[in-house]
């Protein structure tokens, strides 16, 4: 009972930001926010407007907004170059000589990129495509580690029109072949491999894998970042450091419609197979400029850090377009915070100055149960402003980060958004709101974020609904690549004229949104997203499965651990080798971090009369608990009684 008091008055706790960090913030206090808030809402035109006069454009615009639900276009008639925003406008100023990216690879070699040799190195890049048949509108993959180079080949492609399509480096062969197939990619830009947790990961084989028999992809090209063997294939295959000895380091910038695609991103969603997400130019970095400014506070002197891979959205927004559009000193880091140390993370801070550390709660999380005395040994002191990602963030996990890290001095900005939403939309302003362990708060000007019920209605503070958005936004995705009827159905169909983000969530008295987690089939382990239909698809590919099921349950570090019940076909023995078998079989079909936690066999699955999976009762069971909801739908009560057995 107390400790439910303790808890309670916890998450009551409401922390100020400090005056000293206000005194400097671009929003510094409440009613600041409530006056801009509120007029962007009205007219959001405006304050769009306003924030795109900032970045550089080769034609103005003629409207901010055209917006046929739910079809948006931003900033339409205008033309720009994400890379000029990103690289080029900050190489002829004053910033010529600023370090762009700072970068560390996991076995400790280190490297400053200035914007000036930026420009360079993504020109020279660029050029590379082009010698090799890339062209505007061609969709070219990016399946590397988290090198530099990574970050150069995407501004390369958005410097030339190309669409990039990233794919997480820990995603299997035949995630990669889907992947390429439903884009139809040309081009695949990778690594001999890359370093995680002192070993290679084998990225071009996996990509030599996935493209068996492909006959549409023409070029790949490798970096050598490993030096690990591998096979070049004659004619398709070349080596970026001879390419880029074959072109100049001059690639004019041409301007894009603001509506000319940027890239494709892959989540997961309730079916079988990751939906591609299509973000377009403009928008997205009108909006990513806008956040990384006033959520992070980006300032001149200030080394950010932002620990997600290019792999992910995050990796995308925030360590890529946002923030080199600001013009900031971006770290980047290629390995394993516990490599070979748990305190690597806090060593990198100490060494290099960082300022902003933007990082998720499953790696918090991690670093509590690893213990304070690897944080201990550092001098954290450079740090002046937190931010999380990913997940709700659990009440004790903030206090931990806002005193062990952040020294009771760093704001904490929890910040809500998705693949989808292509940028933040509802967080803390650092100088501004007053901040509560474990809600994202507020949201950002010009997005219109609403927790309704299932006809829209908005519901009172503190009662359960859907989170929406009640007005386009300028990062929103614009589509689902190549099908633009499951985009309109799944974001739009569900409550007309809303954007429908599949969270739950609830306001509390002061307005501020408290994330509840999703309400599809969709997994949140360890801040990725994975949808437990893929799971399952995964796992009915193996011969001896006959069906599964995938459910969620807590997990202390990842948030969420998977969990599956599998029934195998007529006479499969069950056996501890097959739940091995299995699990790297989930490993090969979609990537390490889909490999299920526990695998339960069951003869049946229960299910209602007309057939569905109740993975509410499976969530019970994988929970470790009784099951305790209505089990009246159930066609068969032994199936259940059996499963809990097993216990
Ligand atoms: O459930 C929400 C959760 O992550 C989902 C989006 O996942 P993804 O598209 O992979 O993007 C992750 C990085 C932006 C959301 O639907 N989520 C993300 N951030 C938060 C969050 N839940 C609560 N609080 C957050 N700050």
Redesign the pocket.
């Known amino acids: 009972m107390s400790q439910n008091i303790e808890s309670h008055l916890v998450e009551n706790r409401v922390i100020k930001p400090s005056r000293d960090f206000s005194k400097n913030a671009r929003i510094k206090n409440m009613a600041e926010y409530r006056r801009m808030h509120e007029a962007s809402i009205k007219n959001p035109a405006k304050f769009w407007a306003a924030e795109a006069a900032e970045l550089q454009w080769g034609r103005k615009w003629k409207l901010v907004l055209q917006w046929k639900e739910p079809f948006a276009k931003w900033f339409e008639g205008g033309t720009i170059n994400a890379a000029e925003n990103c690289v080029d406008r900050h190489a002829e100023g004053d910033r010529k000589n600023k370090a762009a990216i700072i970068w560390e690879g996991e076995p400790g070699e280190k490297r400053t990129i200035t914007y000036g040799q930026l420009r360079r190195e993504v020109s020279l890049f660029a050029n590379v495509l082009k010698r090799n048949g890339v062209k505007k509108g061609d969709r070219v993959i990016i399946y590397m580690p988290l090198i530099p180079e990574a970050a150069i080949a995407m501004l390369a492609c958005a410097r030339i029109g190309a669409v990039h399509s990233v794919i997480f480096g820990g995603f299997s062969a035949d995630s990669i072949r889907d992947r390429v197939a439903d884009c139809g990619a040309t081009c695949v830009v990778t690594a001999d491999g890359g370093y995680r947790r002192g070993s290679i990961v084998p990225l071009k084989q996996n990509v030599d894998t996935a493209l068996a028999g492909n006959k549409a992809v023409k070029r790949v090209i490798v970096y050598r970042r490993a030096n690990n063997e591998i096979p070049m294939t004659k004619g398709r295959d070349v080596w970026w450091h001879d390419e880029v000895k074959h072109v100049k380091a001059d690639c004019p910038i041409v301007h894009h419609d603001s509506e000319h695609p940027l890239f494709v991103l892959y989540?997961s969603g309730s079916t079988g197979k990751p939906k591609g997400i299509l973000h377009t130019t403009g928008g997205f970095l009108v909006q990513n400029y806008s956040t990384s400014k006033y959520i992070f506070d980006l300032r001149e002197d200030d080394i950010y850090w932002c620990t997600?891979d290019v792999g992910?959205?995050?990796g995308h927004s925030y360590l890529v377009y946002g923030p080199l559009a600001a013009g900031a000193t971006c770290f980047m880091y290629e390995g394993a915070p516990n490599w070979p140390e748990p305190d690597r993370f806090w060593q990198i801070i100490e060494e290099y100055g960082i300022t902003i550390l933007y990082t998720a709660p499953t790696a918090i999380r991690a670093f509590i149960k690893w213990g304070d005395e690897w944080v201990d040994k550092h001098d954290l002191s450079s740090l002046r402003l937190l931010g999380?990602?990913?997940?709700?963030?659990n009440p004790e996990a903030w206090m931990w980060y806002y005193r062990k890290i952040g020294g009771e001095r760093c704001p904490i900005v929890?910040?809500?958004?998705?693949?989808?939403?292509g940028a933040i939309m509802?967080?803390p302003l650092p100088g501004a709101t007053p901040l509560k362990p474990g809600t994202?708060t507020l949201p950002f000007f010009g997005i219109d974020a609403a927790v309704v019920d299932n006809d829209g209605k908005e519901v009172p503070a503190n009662v359960g609904g859907k989170l929406v958005i009640r007005q386009p936004w300028p990062s929103m995705l614009r589509t689902i690549y190549g099908d633009r009827a499951r985009y309109k159905k799944t974001y739009w169909g569900e409550i007309p004229g809303f954007y429908v983000?599949?969270?739950g969530a609830r306001r509390d008295k002061d307005g501020y949104f408290w994330?509840v987690?999703?309400l599809d089939d969709?997994l949140?382990v360890a801040?990725?997203?994975l949808g437990t239909s893929e799971i399952e698809s995964a796992l009915v590919s193996h011969e001896l499965v006959a069906e599964a099921a995938a459910v969620g349950r807590p997990d202390e570090i990842k948030g969420q651990g998977v969990v599956v019940f599998v029934t195998l076909k007529t006479g499969v023995k069950p056996s501890n080798e097959l739940k091995t078998n299995l699990r790297n079989h989930v490993g090969k079909v979609i990537g390490a971090i889909a490999k299920p936690d526990d695998i339960h066999f069951a003869e049946a699955l229960p299910k209602t009369r007309s057939g569905k999976i109740m993975r509410r009762l499976l969530k019970e069971i994988a929970a470790g608990g009784e099951v305790k909801g209505d089990v009246t739908t159930l066609e068969d009560y032994t199936v259940l009684a059996k499963l809990s057995a097993q216990e």
């Not at 929890?414 to 939403?421: A, K, M, R």
């Open positions: 989540t997600a992910w959205v995050t999380s990602v990913g997940e709700p963030i929890d910040t809500w958004w998705q693949t989808e939403t509802i967080s994202a983000s599949g969270d994330i987690g999703r969709v949140n801040g990725h997203r």
